[in-house]
């Protein structure tokens, strides 16, 4: 299985995977990913351990209420 190092963030399964994390893929998958530029072959020395930090996949932020300016206030009579 050829190793590639991602060129971007990836997303698979839900997991995201950071820019220069190295992961094992199939052949089909590998060209897939290197003719989208999305990975670029590995050629890391043999023994050199494979990035295996994975990012959890950001939540969408919670939208906040709109402000309403404060009321002006009221002259005095």
Do not use: C
């Amino acid at each position: 299985m050829p190793k590639l190092r991602l060129k971007v963030t990836h997303t698979h399964a839900g997991v995201a995977y950071p820019p220069g994390h190295v992961i094992d893929v199939d052949d089909h998958t590998a060209r897939w990913l290197i003719d989208q530029e999305i990975g670029e072959r590995d050629f890391a020395p043999p023994g050199t351990p494979a990035n295996s930090e994975v990012m959890p996949v950001p939540e969408a932020p919670v939208a906040r209420p709109p402000r309403t300016p404060p009321a002006a206030p009221t002259p005095k009579e």
